[in-house]
């Protein structure tokens, strides 16, 4: 009896109607052209190495290497999607056998499984999105520097529970964002070596009787190395919840920048302006300036969590093996949200160049507001010799009159000092009036705060040095990763092709 089924002997129907429409279809328009480039790329290598290690023979392989061609020259629209053949790879290997013939086609799938293909599969894939997601942020990390050395003198006020702290500088706020992303350029960079992993030559479970060359394959590749277990290596994606955990962290980062800088950018703080370029506006009010693509890098951390989220609840509680809930269906929105990181960190950088300070409304505040306020306390401590609690009392009756008087923070002077010390301490304490001058003044006091990662010139000076130090490092390393990959690529198709042209 004939199978109805047209990709098994053992079933004798074909898959439901319903399901091929609603299970099947979806997937498979989505997925086939995303995952072509890589099935071709593991077809080269499967098909090189069965040639070197005599499983097929030469001619078999050279037929097989002129219809893998064929079908990358043609495209993905040259495949015709038939939903009765489950998944990406039987559509694939259908039109291979189109091409080629029923004997000499199927022999492209001797000593393989779908499971380690598609383990496979998704780890070229992830290596790709990695790849790009670092060069990225490297991208991002030196706009960050660039963009804080050009604004190392613009005072502004710093804040805490959004409310006035300490003066800082921008291009000051700016380094530490650059320190927060580069704790997740390393995250990202330490998660590549777990994709870095060839698990072609695995089988669907437990290995091959053929005697497969898998360091062969992992090199024309560009894997660093094969995986140690079977059942590990098409049972596990722990690499995709790795990855799309750290973009998580990652938009986690630029999302607080970017809601500092929406909150800077409104006409209320008016301490932040952007060009035209990155705004929308409204349909109806005429005067809208509307920064989406704030708000837009804001909802990024939401979204590429949740694809992880998805991932990581999808896969608990699936045995330790290959199931499509752990492996392929948990990991649906991953690929999506990893796709996002790429053009949230894009999106990150041209805010983040474009970004222009307020110099005069950011230094206007800083005088106004008292955040100068825990310097006048240090200076009792200092001079007067307060402890610093009475020191922080005092100065914040100080703040309190001079707030009921109109005053702002650079109002502030010796004799105001010395009468409310008076009236709380039974004393009075007299600073110099030059001194008390100077400490009111948020230029004077963030230049002063040196030697403890503050905003003065001397100690951003050392951050920047450090910070891009290590930033070249990391890109010498990326470009090893990247090198090794485009020789692979190089090498993979040379032999290819040669293959291809020999009888």
């Known amino acids: 009896m004939t199978s109805a089924s047209k990709v098994s002997g053992l079933l004798a129907e074909a ?60 495209g993905p629209g040259s495949v015709t999607l038939d939903t009765a053949r489950e998944d990406p790879y039987f559509n694939y290997e259908a039109r291979i056998i189109e091409i080629a013939g029923a004997d000499i086609g199927g022999r492209a799938h001797i000593a393989r499984s779908r499971n380690d293909l598609k383990a496979t599969q998704d780890r070229l894939r992830a290596r790709g999105f990695a790849l790009a997601i670092l060069s990225g942020l490297a991208g991002l990390r030196q706009t960050l520097l660039d963009r804080a050395d050009r604004h190392a003198g613009v005072v502004m006020p710093g804040y805490t529970h959004l409310q006035p702290a300490q003066p800082v500088t921008f291009g000051w ?36 009787s053929f005697p497969v060359d898998r360091a ?32 998580a962290m990652l938009a986690n980062s630029w999302g607080r920048m970017a809601q500092d800088f929406f909150v800077m950018s409104s006409y209320e703080f008016g301490t932040l302006r952007f060009p035209d370029s990155v705004a929308g506006t409204s349909s109806m009010m005429p005067q809208k300036k509307n920064l989406v693509v704030l708000e837009t890098l804001k909802a990024r951390a939401a979204t590429i969590l949740g694809a992880q989220v998805a991932a990581f609840v999808a896969v608990k509680g699936t045995n ?32 983040v160049a474009t970004a222009e300070p307020v110099p005069d409304r950011m230094l206007a505040l800083a005088r106004a507001n008292f955040s100068t306020a825990t310097d006048l306390a240090d200076a009792l401590v200092r001079e007067a010799g307060l402890s610093f609690r009475e020191a922080h009392h005092l100065v914040g009756a100080v703040v309190r009159t001079a707030m009921d008087r109109g005053l702002t923070a650079d109002g502030i002077d010796a004799g105001l000092v010395a009468d409310e010390a008076e009236r709380m301490l039974g004393r009075r304490i007299e600073l110099a009036a030059d001194l008390v001058a100077r400490i009111v ?4 006091v963030a230049e002063e ?42 090498e993979r198709r040379r032999q290819f092709l040669a293959l291809a042209e020999s009888a």
């Open 216 to 247: 062969m394959t992992a090199r024309l590749l560009g894997f660093s190395r094969v995986s140690g277990h079977a059942q590990d290596a098409v049972a596990s994606r722990d690499f995709l919840t790795e990855l799309v955990g750290g973009c």
């Open 173 to 208: 706020y700016l380094l530490g964002i650059a320190h927060a992303i580069e704790r997740d350029h390393r995250r990202l960079a330490e998660c590549f070596a777990r994709i870095d992993v060839n698990p072609l030559g695995t089988g669907a479970v437990a290995g091959t």
């Open 320 to 351: 330790f093996t290959n199931v499509v809930d752990g492996v392929s269906a948990g990991f649906r929105w991953v690929w999506d949200a990893l796709d996002d990181t790429v053009h949230g960190l894009a999106m990150a950088d041209i805010v």
């Open 15 to 74: 898959t439901a109607p319903a399901l091929q429409e609603h299970l099947v279809g979806p997937t498979l328009r989505r997925e086939f052209p995303a995952v072509l480039p890589f099935m071709t790329a593991i077809n080269q290598a499967h098909i090189l190495m069965l040639a070197a290690q005599d499983i097929i023979d030469r001619p078999t392989a050279a037929a097989l290497a002129r219809a893998v061609l064929q079908v990358e020259a043609e």
């Open 449 to 490: 705060r040196r030697g403890s990662g503050g905003p003065s010139k001397a100690d951003m000076a050392e951050m920047q040095t450090a910070l891009a130090a290590r930033l070249a490092a990391d890109r010498a390393e990326l470009a090893g990763w990247q090198a090794q990959v485009d020789g692979a690529d190089r």
């Open 441 to 444: 003044d948020p230029v004077a």
